[in-house]
């Protein structure tokens, strides 16, 4: 009896928000952190009330917040498949086993997964181009630091991670030789507590930049507690930090995609494919750059995100060399995309090494 | 004061601000659990009270409201346990859960139009003289009042129950709760206050965390802290003074991992980040072999007067 009404009361709690009314398509999005994290899930929620806004009564959404990344997520996927979605969103690297293993067993559902390298059939994969927000803001760091330390809260050691970290970390370089980059690995895409420790530490040893690639705003608020420290908005503008500490930001735009690719399904289109967008096509923005910056960093670094947007310059561009001294980049040579996909070596330069 | 790189002058007082909420709220469920009642919705608790006080502070502008209303919330979460779990007998573990559930979503609810507002942290107070004397004054005499209150808290409750009749009552409670009736101790109306006791303290855990450790709010921002507590509680077998040693011990060894990463000490960071696990795993089979498991004797069973 008591497991019972534990039952009725959990399929209440989950099953009601999601009673259906008629729609031509169901499309469900998971999340990995809450949707008012403020960054990476806050800009994907936006991405599905834009896919509501446009369609109307045609589409009906439904999403799931707080999906741990592993079986759970599989369950989370299944039941969403079950409810009749035809197409879903998984918002976060490490849903991208449990996609593909849910894919199979509905060949009928489209799934789309975020950052991710497997697809299949009724699996895409579409990412941003981050890292050409990160150069940005890895030029504006060097010039910026006074105590050329610049601190990095990391969250996975996957290629998405590593590549901003790269790039961040030649553009600092390129305009300030001393650069020293200090990377924590947090082990957790959501955890504001625990980011805003990483934070306090990085800035106890000395950083005056804080780069995150995790999705609460804690880091923002330790610098500003903190005074002199400067940050970046990560995945979300993060704006209610501006002008100080947070002096620019990469915004994600998941909205075109999204609205897109559920125009697809309607259609009858919709294909596997493999989307990986920057700065040019939208993708990823550059929040405004504040007046905390000097006017003339402001301009240089406007200035690369227009040639980064119609594409005269990559941020990896050679000559780079690998962390352990051998050549990667030839003089003038770009790096091809299965290399950035795939990157897990640091350039040479970084003093720590990229756990295994 | 700088050992392997990291200054300890900085460190300390990382890890005593960073202790601090799953300090609060593990001596709170200590308590309950010393009266027999296993509540497993401390996380629900500490959310609650992170975003009660958390509004509270914002709109009056004074901290010290938002923890006493962030204490009120977490009491008041946790009646709604004590009624469901003493007065209608409902299973303990799965009420906690959902209390857990509960309160998590009704934070999310009700903090809605309080993401990005930049709330008025606690002022540190200044211990004439002490907080005077190098090294150790930076170190352990400039804190707020939180941190003074949650060590306070700790001694209190180490004194009330070793020391004093009420702790006897409440143990004896917990312990062997037929016996305790038969003595005439109202087991029901005890096991309600310490309920009420443990999500007081949850509750200005939480508020810790928006209103010092952050802060600011953010929707579930506690990320598990309200299990560390659980965990710890039975780290430290139950004994007021080991949940401090634990919970410093645990924050210690994070905020020091992380300090050792910031400075690029040469260990793999697999090994910085599980050691706080690590070393958690090593003291309790150290307690296991060397101690003894004090778990109270009626913990998580039902009582009615008429059994």
Same mark, same amino acid.
Request: aromatic share 10%; no cysteine.
């Given at each position: 009896m008591k497991f019972k009404s534990i039952l009725t009361g959990v399929l209440l709690a989950f099953g009601l928000g999601t009673a259906a009314i008629a729609a031509d398509v169901k499309v469900g999005f998971v999340y990995v952190g809450p949707i008012g994290d403020g960054g990476w899930t806050y800009e994907h929620d936006k991405g599905r009330l834009a896919v509501e806004k446009h369609f109307g009564d045609r589409v009906e959404t439904i999403y799931q917040e707080n999906v741990p990344e592993g079986a759970d997520a599989e369950r989370v996927m299944t039941t969403m498949a079950m409810q009749g979605a035809d197409l879903i969103f998984t918002t976060s690297f490490g849903y991208m086993d449990p996609t593909i293993n849910v894919a199979k067993k509905f060949p009928n559902v489209k799934f789309e997964h975020a950052t991710g390298y497997k697809r299949s059939d009724n699996v895409s994969t579409y990412s941003a181009r981050f890292y050409e927000g990160r150069a940005i803001q890895g030029h504006i760091a060097g010039k910026m630091t006074k105590t050329n330390k610049v601190g990095y809260i990391a969250s996975f050691p996957i290629p998405e991670v590593i590549r901003g970290i790269n790039s961040a970390y030649i553009h600092a370089k390129k305009v300030n030789p001393n650069i020293e980059f200090n990377i924590i690995?947090?082990?957790?895409?959501?955890?504001?507590?625990?980011?805003?420790?990483?934070?306090?530490?990085?800035?106890?040893?000395?950083?005056?930049?804080? @780069?995150?690639?995790?999705?609460?705003?804690?880091? #923002?608020? *330790?610098?500003?507690? %903190?005074?002199?420290?400067?940050?970046?908005?990560?995945?979300?503008?993060?704006?209610?930090? %501006?002008?100080?500490?947070?002096? /620019? /930001?990469?915004?994600?735009?998941?909205?075109?995609?999204?609205?897109?690719?559920?125009?697809?399904?309607?259609?009858?289109?919709?294909?596997?494919?493999?989307?990986?967008?920057?700065?040019?096509?939208?993708?990823?923005?550059?929040?405004?750059?504040?007046?905390?910056v000097p006017a003339d960093v402001k301009a240089e670094a406007l200035a690369m995100r227009d040639a980064i947007a119609d594409g005269s310059y990559h941020p990896f561009t050679g000559p780079i060399k690998k962390q352990d001294g051998s050549d990667w980049l030839g003089a003038g040579e770009t790096s091809d995309d299965g290399t950035l996909l795939g990157m897990n070596f640091y350039v040479e330069g970084i003093t720590a090494e990229v756990p295994q | 004061m700088v050992m392997f790189g990291i200054d300890l002058v900085l460190l300390i007082p990382a890890l005593m601000i960073s202790a601090t909420p799953v300090l609060l709220a593990a001596i709170g469920e200590a308590v309950v659990e010393k009266s027999g009642v296993l509540n497993l919705g401390v996380e629900g608790m500490m959310i609650t009270g992170a975003v009660i006080g958390f509004i509270i502070a914002v709109n009056t502008q004074i901290p010290i409201y938002g923890f006493i209303c962030a204490a009120f919330a977490g009491a008041l979460l946790s009646v709604i346990f004590a009624i469901l779990t003493q007065y209608m007998m409902s299973n303990q573990v799965a009420t906690g859960l959902g209390l857990t559930m509960v309160g998590l979503g009704l934070s999310a609810l009700i903090g809605k139009p309080y993401e990005g507002i930049k709330s008025p942290t606690l002022t540190k107070l200044e211990i004439p003289i002490l907080s005077d004397i190098p090294i150790l004054g930076p170190m352990i005499f400039s804190h707020d009042a939180i941190v003074y209150f949650s060590i306070f808290i700790i001694a209190s409750v180490a004194f009330i129950i070793k020391k004093t009749r009420i702790g006897l009552i409440l143990r004896a409670v917990g312990e062997n709760q037929d016996a305790a009736h038969a003595l005439g101790y109202k087991v029901i109306?005890?096991?309600?206050?310490?309920?009420?006791?443990?999500? %007081?303290?949850?509750?200005?855990?939480?508020?810790?965390? /928006?209103? *010092?450790?952050?802060? #600011?709010?953010?929707?579930?921002?506690?990320?598990?802290?309200?299990?560390?507590?659980?965990?710890?509680?039975?780290? *430290? /077998?139950?004994?007021?003074?080991?949940?401090?040693?634990?919970?410093?011990?645990?924050?210690?060894?994070?905020?020091?991992?992380?300090?050792?990463?910031?400075?690029?000490?040469?260990?793999?960071?697999?090994?910085?980040?599980?050691?706080?696990? @690590?070393?958690?795993?090593?003291?309790?089979?150290?307690?296991?072999?060397?101690?003894? #498991?004090?778990?109270?004797?009626?913990? *998580?069973?039902?009582?009615?007067?008429? #059994?």
């Open positions: 690995w947090v082990y957790t895409w959501f955890d504001p507590a625990k980011e805003a420790d990483a934070a306090k530490a990085l800035i106890d040893q000395g950083a005056d930049v804080v @780069l995150q690639h995790t999705d609460s705003t804690a880091p #923002q608020a *330790a610098a500003k507690e %903190a005074g002199n420290v400067i940050t970046f908005g990560q995945a979300s503008d993060m704006g209610e930090y %501006a002008p100080m500490p947070r002096v /620019s /930001s990469i915004i994600d735009d998941w909205a075109p995609y999204y609205v897109a690719r559920t125009q697809a399904v309607l259609d009858g289109s919709w294909e596997s494919v493999d989307t990986w967008d920057g700065i040019g096509p939208g993708m990823v923005g550059i929040g405004e750059i504040s007046d905390a | 109306r005890i096991r309600f206050i310490a309920i009420m006791f443990g999500g %007081a303290t949850a509750g200005i855990g939480g508020a810790y965390i /928006s209103l *010092a450790r952050v802060p #600011q709010w953010t929707e579930g921002m506690t990320a598990g802290a309200g299990w560390i507590a659980l965990a710890l509680v039975v780290f *430290a /077998s139950w004994k007021p003074w080991r949940v401090l040693v634990g919970a410093y011990l645990f924050g210690g060894i994070t905020v020091l991992q992380l300090n050792l990463q910031a400075i690029g000490v040469a260990i793999p960071v697999e090994i910085l980040s599980m050691s706080p696990y @690590l070393v958690t795993i090593v003291v309790l089979v150290g307690i296991s072999l060397f101690g003894h #498991q004090t778990a109270p004797g009626s913990l *998580a069973r039902p009582f009615h007067a008429s #059994q």
